[in-house]
């Protein structure tokens, strides 16, 4: 999509980017369309190549003639560094094995390399540390190599933490962006907004306070579970940045098909949807830890969604719409009221600093 | 080394971390004795595995039967973005392909992630993007994952870029840091000190201009010719972070050996020199960013070197020492006046910021 469309978040002022923006705003990185415009201008005009066209979570290399492995990064900036239900360790780790499995490949390992800032007490490191260790554990991945940076006092926000993951892909998989088909089945597997809405209750903003928990969880067991269900889960994808909404117009881009939702079907929690309607968000577009979309054949869809609904992860999934052939490119949400609206991207920024 | 010992660079003042120092310090990120030991107790102990216990500059992962594979990870946080000979961007790419090449891997992928602060302006990102794409190609390594993420004014120092690296070990190859044995050569492949120096004079700090550039270059071709030329190299590490110094030593320990080195063959810029002489510091604990140290037995040592001179990064490479048996664990220097000295690791940071 090159036009420049307005967002469908109800409530919000998204700027309008300027042809010719000359400096980096919050909104590049949101994982809305500034972001995705970004990406596409700066990053892959010069570093072509066909694994970043793609445009999958994570990248297919070969090994010369021996496995095939995927690989993914992610840069974790999350603000403040602890919420209910997480941290920023918990989310670097399990971003980056969800993001490699996502492809259907199977983590590994994990880099981590830290930013850390001068003052940062060396116990607020090591709970971070711990936290990224049971992770790591839960989803059965090895944290190999490291490293450690020092900036000094306001040049960083506590910690950063980027996270690198590699994870080795069974032969015959092809899980990515462009495989949806007309008539696939799109299933969500539980309720969205709870990492993003967490956050910004822990934040203290907006006079905001919740109960809400992160959903932070590595998602690889329930995908083993899923393809050793169905050999035809086309598209997985976790509803991250941007929320659902921006992850299915990608794909709906990718595959060069429709997606129709009906919103009946999508699982919120109360206490988020309370939340949004208090802040002017729609929670299509709020982030997620622990969610996935699996777009598959439709006569698979009843036994993949029996053994999402078996697994801890997955209890609340749900058959949320269908892939169609048209209108190529677009995601339609069929309302509670029968109306049709489009679920446009993520356009600006809504919540910075969310992973 | 459990025991705090004082660093041996004249002129500084390098803190003492206290038994239970509870902040992070610039000194955290030296890459010297404070950050090894912040190391171990924050990261190696709850992590514990295999491939972090080895303390090489990559680690060795398995892909379950099929290649032996290196990864390697870094973040890259130098101040400023630009200086001469290099900038972030040839520094993310260069520092993690040399991580990975010291393995005796050869470099295939690189992921890289951005933290962009607000403000920063895209015509400075496109340069440092360029400047990766150029270091990419020269090195042969493709950038196959990214990922950007935004963070608010004073939460960033323009950019920082996180690098993972994953590289092919060819069969039987065994190079790290624990192979040094008694008798073998140790070749460096130029002078010292000149990336350190170069961003200091970027800085414009302490009334230092100088014309030096830095050294900030691929050396996984390098390394490839070397490797021809002798299957007997038996280290190779490029001396970052705490210097050549640092680097010896963490050699001397992971080897159990003594290390000699002949001041009088190590080479030096007459500009680094007396930059160091102005500033008081040591050429030895400068930091490098397109050197090597490798270590090879004595007999291949002539060849090697021979195949370094041919190279355009190694052709001033020069033995400047050997292994011994002892003293175990200590690097000593026969001074130009014929004494001995005994060369510790940098202890707290001499210049933050350098890579």
């Known amino acids: ?24 705003t919050v909104g590049h990185g949101s994982g809305g369309k500034m972001m995705h415009d970004l990406i596409t201008k700066a990053f892959m005009k010069p570093w072509d190549n066909p694994s970043l066209r793609a445009g999958n979570d994570g990248s297919v290399i070969s090994t010369h003639g021996h496995a095939r492995l ?4 992610d840069a974790h900036v999350v603000s403040p560094l602890f919420f209910l ?15 490699v499995a996502m492809m259907g490949a199977r983590p590994l390992y994990l880099t981590a390399s830290f930013i850390l800032e001068e003052g940062l007490e060396i116990e607020t490191l090591a709970r971070v540390v711990d936290s990224m260790c049971a992770s790591a554990k ?12 020092v900036v000094g006092k306001g040049s960083a926000d506590g910690m950063y933490i980027s996270t690198t993951g590699v994870g080795l892909l069974p032969d015959r998989v092809n899980i990515g962006g462009a495989e949806a088909k007309p008539g696939d089945a799109i299933i969500l597997s539980g309720t969205l907004g709870d990492h993003g809405i967490a956050v910004l209750s822990a934040r203290g903003a907006l006079g905001l306070e919740t109960e809400l928990e992160s959903d932070i969880a590595p998602l690889n067991d329930l995908i083993a579970k899923m393809m050793s269900a169905s050999s035809r889960i086309h598209v997985l994808r976790d509803p991250t940045r941007g929320g659902l909404a921006t992850t299915l117009n990608e794909i709906a881009r990718q595959s060069n098909v429709g997606i129709v939702l009906d919103e009946g079907t999508i699982p919120i929690k109360p206490a988020v949807d309370s ?7 729609d929670p299509l577009y709020i982030a997620n830890e622990g969610k996935l979309v699996a777009i598959a054949a439709e006569e698979d869809s009843a036994k ?52």
């Open 138 to 149: 839960e989803a059965g991945v090895q944290i190999v190599a490291g490293d450690t940076k």
């Open 85 to 99: 239900g997480g941290d920023i360790g918990s989310l670097a780790v399990c971003g980056t094995v969800n993001d």
């Open 275 to 281: 939340a949004c309607e208090l802040l002017g968000f």
């Open 70 to 73: 995927v690989v993914s990064t």
């Open 304 to 355: 993949v969604l029996e053994v999402m609904r078996a697994h801890k992860y997955g209890h609340e999934a749900a058959v949320i719409g269908r892939i169609a052939a048209e209108p190529a490119q677009r995601v339609l949400l069929k309302t509670l009221i029968g109306s049709h609206r489009v679920v446009d991207v993520l356009m600006g920024e809504m919540l910075p600093r969310i992973c």
């Open 1 to 24: 999509m090159s036009e420049i469309v307005k967002p469908t978040i109800e409530g919000l002022s998204c700027p309008v980017p300027l042809p010719h923006q000359e400096r980096i």
